[in-house]
T-cell receptor, first 116, second 111 residues
Framework: DTEVTQTPKHLVMGMTNKKSLKCEQH?????MYWYKQKAKKPPELMFVYSYEKLSINESVPSRFSPECPNSSLLNLHLHALQPEDSALYLC???????????????FGSGTRLTVV | GQQVMQIPQYQHVQEGEDFTTYCNSS?????IQWYKQRPGGHPVFLIQLVKSGEVKKQKRLTFQFGEAKKNSSLHITATQTTDVGTYFC???????????FGKGTRLSVIA
């Protein structure tokens, strides 16, 4: 299995809703990432998990809450989002953060989130 | 912090013409990676360059890493309509910091 699977593919939520994005990989990668991508912009790093521990939080607002239940799963819990949070949310995985990465990041197809 | 600049932002070419995108980092990189994102798709890893002065080829694509490990380029020979998309470079600094993406170059190919 050489894929990162993200669900749902599309999500529309109100500003008072609570929802979760899910990400799964079975490549044995031990580093997992959440990126946010606005239209016509590059992916912007949000969180990094290394060996199931949060290692980097790029000053993301607390309305985004990541969780890594095990080495294959990564969740992003959403609460009280704003319309400007509408974007494509990408999950990625890679080999552990030691030395040069051999094979790059594998991205999921993303969740296209619209906050109304 | 580390910044990665990429030019041009857009490039429109006739099918069969060549295309080049350039990437420049404010700091020395441990490696640089290139990704392609098709319209409506997600970034797909193309290649990683690690060594100073490294050149790698994938069919019509040629990737170079500068001697100082601060710049890189992607050259596509004889573009095809299947090359359409946004090409991102992404640099990794020392200390295993996560990738920093350039702004990308959006390539349009006119048949």
């Amino acid at each position: 299995d050489t894929e990162v699977t993200q669900t749902p593919k599309h999500l529309v939520m109100g500003m008072t809703n609570k929802k979760s994005l899910k990400c799964e990989q079975h490549m044995g990668h031990r580093a997992m990432y959440w990126y946010k991508q606005k239209a016509k912009k590059p992916p912007e790093l949000m969180f990094v998990y290394s060996y199931e521990k949060l290692s980097i939080n790029e000053s993301v607002p607390s309305r985004f809450s990541p969780e890594c239940p095990n080495s294959s799963l990564l969740n992003l819990h959403l609460h009280a989002l704003q319309p400007e949070d509408s974007a494509l949310y990408l999950c990625a995985s890679s080999h552990p953060l030691r030395g040069p990465i051999d094979y790059g990041y594998t991205f999921g197809s993303g969740t296209r989130l619209t906050v109304v | 912090g580390q910044q990665v600049m990429q030019i041009p932002q857009y490039q429109h070419v006739q099918e069969g013409e060549d295309f080049t995108t350039y990437c420049n980092s404010s700091t020395t990189l441990s490696n640089i990676q290139w990704y392609k994102q098709r319209p409506g798709g997600h970034p797909v890893f193309l290649i990683q360059l690690v060594k100073s002065g490294e050149v790698k080829k994938q069919k019509r694509l040629t990737f170079q890493f500068g001697e100082a490990k601060k710049n890189s380029s992607l050259h596509i020979t004889a573009t095809q309509t299947t090359d359409v998309g946004t090409y991102f470079c992404a640099g990794m600094g020392s200390g295993n910091t996560p990738l920093v993406f350039g702004k990308g170059t959006r390539l349009s190919v006119i048949a």
